[in-house]
C-alpha cells in the first residue's frame, strides 16, 4: 500500500498559510471561523481548520499531525485519512459555531485522527502527560482533559476537540470492521499411509 504522506502536506500547507497570516493583514480575520457570519460565509468552517493563533499553536498541531497521522495513513489508506481529517475538521467547527464567537486550529481535525487511531491501534505506546502510556489510554486523559476545560473555560475550544475525538472513534470503528482481514493459512502436512506404516514397523515394533 502506497502511503501519500498527505499529513506532511498538509503540515505544509499549514505552515505557508501561517506565514501569509503574518504578513497580510486582515487574512486571519477574513478566514476564521466567526459564528455571526457562518451562514453568510460558509467556507470558513473549512479555511478556519488552517489557520493558527501563534507559532505555539501551529506547532503542537503539527507534531501531533504528522506522529499520528502518518501512522493512520498507513493503517487505513492516504485518501480515507483525509476523509477522516477533513470530516473531523469540519463537523468540529459546526460545532464551534453554537459555542464560541470565533475558533480557528486544526485540533478538531487532529483530534478526529487520534480518535481514529485508537480505535485501528489502541496499544501503540505514546507520551501523554510525560509518561509512555498505550494510545487508547491516552485518549481516555485527553478526551477527560477537554471536559473538565469546558467546564473551566480558557481560550481552548475543548468542544471542538471532544466533537473532533468523537468523530474519530466513530470512523476508526468503520475502518476498523471494514479493513481487509488477515487470513491466516494452515498447511495441512499429508503423511501418505504406506510411509506412516513404514515408520511404524521400523521404529515402532519391539
Known amino acids: 500500500m502506497k502511503v501519500k504522506f498527505y499529513a506532511l502536506w498538509l503540515s505544509f500547507i499549514m505552515i505557508i498559510i ?37 507559532i505555539t499553536h501551529l506547532l503542537f ?5 504528522i506522529l499520528f497521522g502518518l ?9 480515507n485519512f483525509l476523509i477522516v481529517f477533513f470530516v473531523s475538521g469540519i463537523i468540529a467547527s459546526i460545532f464551534s459555531v453554537f459555542f464560541y464567537d470565533a475558533a480557528l486550529g486544526a485540533s478538531g481535525a487532529i483530534f478526529g485522527v487520534i480518535g ?5 491501534r489502541p496499544t501503540i505506546a505514546v507520551f501523554a502527560f510525560g509518561i509512555p502510556m498505550p494510545l487508547f489510554i491516552a485518549s481516555i486523559l485527553w478526551v477527560g482533559a477537554d471536559v473538565i ?4 473555560p480558557t481560550n481552548i475550544a475543548n468542544l471542538a476537540h471532544l466533537s473532533g475525538i468523537g468523530i474519530g472513534f466513530i470512523m476508526g470503528i468503520f475502518y476498523r ?15 501418505p499411509e504406506h510411509q506412516l506404516r513404514k515408520w511404524e514397523v521400523l521404529y515402532l515394533k519391539n
Open 116 to 120: 481514529a487511531l485508537t480505535i485501528m
Open 149 to 152: 476545560g469546558y467546564f473551566n
Open 18 to 54: 501561517f506565514f501569509l497570516q503574518n504578513i497580510i493583514p486582515g487574512l486571519t480575520e477574513t478566514f476564521l471561523l466567526d459564528s455571526s457570519k457562518t451562514l453568510s460565509e460558509p467556507w470558513r468552517i473549512v479555511t478556519s481548520i488552517f489557520l493558527h493563533s501563534s
Open 71 to 79: 501512522i493512520l495513513e498507513k493503517e487505513i489508506k492516504s485518501n
Open 177 to 191: 470492521v471494514n479493513s481487509p482481514k488477515k487470513k491466516s493459512y494452515v498447511h495441512k502436512i499429508e503423511i
Open 61 to 65: 498541531n503539527l507534531f501531533a499531525l
